[in-house]
């Protein structure tokens, strides 16, 4: 809510923790520990309420991922009382791949049907795996990724079905492709085919989705293999099951774009996009956090259709 926050990170430690705020992020509570082991490379979550149709689930779930078992772990957070599950091992029994710091994000979702959906690709083993329960998993379809260090965000669709976003960093693409609860699509459907990325400031995109009408909202820094120099963060929606492209956030911009992410409004419609930046790209104390509001709620194009009346 505007008062009731979590905040998922990595803590000195390396642990993957949480905090939370009552007040709106003028304090926060003390760190609570969501998996112990202290090589802990990274972490996603979902919010039962960004799942459409789901007006009243309680839980944050959540995925973590470690370089000792290399292995994608679950956890899940129920926020009416602050209980967490006992970690799972969600990949470990069928999957192998050897986790590197820095070269994967873990994503989770969970669909309109309830299934619990996580993956990551790897260089040695990519894959998303899903769970009815949190408890047993097993993997979506055949893999539908190459053997490659890329960045994925899993997003939910109507009818149950799911939406992998890639980042291809070999091909510099953004793609997408669909699983409709048996098997992937084919071949992957191209976003953008020029979204250069940097090798030091990963992962910088973000998506969300609008509950009301199924759209996903995606913001992505690109051009930004050497910061500072005419870099862009754009923006994209995917509506009526096709991808729009979208005014650019940042256009040729000479500051250095470190990060990009996007979020929705489901009160008022207003989609914000947050972003880091270096005012001098290669210094790091010129770095700030910033934020921008679409002023049309990145709207895509009313859709025109022609009728033909034929004399005969």
């Known amino acids: 809510s505007d008062q009731n926050g979590y905040a998922f990170y990595i803590d ?4 993957c923790v949480y905090s939370k705020t009552l007040n709106g992020g ?97 260089g040695t083993d990519s894959f998303v795996i899903k769970s009815t329960d949190g408890t047993t998993w097993t993997e979506a379809g055949t893999n539908p990724f190459d053997l490659a260090d890329d960045f994925l965000i899993l997003m939910p669709l109507s009818g149950g079905n799911i939406m992998a976003i890639r980042w291809d960093i070999s091909a510099d693409d953004v793609q997408s492709k669909v699983f409709n609860g048996s098997a992937w699509d084919v071949s992957w459907t191209n976003i953008d085919t020029s979204a250069t990325d940097n090798t030091t400031y990963d992962g910088a995109f973000g998506a969300t989705v609008d509950k009301a009408t199924g759209r996903i909202y995606l913001v992505y820094a690109a051009d930004i293999a050497t910061l500072g120099t005419a870099d862009d963060i754009r923006t994209t929606v995917y509506s009526g099951d096709t991808w ?13 774009i470190t990060g990009a992410k996007i979020s929705f409004d489901e ?44 004399r005969i």
């Open 12 to 15: 000195s430690t390396g642990a």
């Open 244 to 256: 729009i492209s979208m005014t650019d956030i940042l256009f040729n911009d000479t500051k250095g």
């Open 26 to 122: 003028t304090s926060w509570e003390t760190a609570v520990t969501v998996d112990s082991q202290t090589d802990c490379l990274g972490l996603g979550v979902w919010y039962d309420r960004w799942t459409s149709g789901d007006n009243t689930g309680t839980y944050i779930h959540i995925v973590t991922f470690d370089s000792g078992n290399d292995d994608l772990w679950y956890t899940r957070l129920d926020t009416s009382g602050n209980t967490l599950t006992t970690t799972v091992n969600a990949s470990g029994a069928s999957q192998g791949g050897s986790f590197t710091s820095g070269a994967n994000l873990p994503s989770i979702t969970k669909g309109t049907d309830g299934i619990l959906y996580m993956g990551i690709q790897d």
């Open 267 to 310: 009160n008022t419609g207003d989609i914000y996009a947050v972003y880091s930046a270096r005012t001098t790209s290669g210094t790091a104390n010129t770095g700030n956090v910033y934020w921008k509001k679409s002023t049309d709620r990145m709207a895509p194009p009313p859709t025109i259709f022609l009728a033909i009346r034929l």
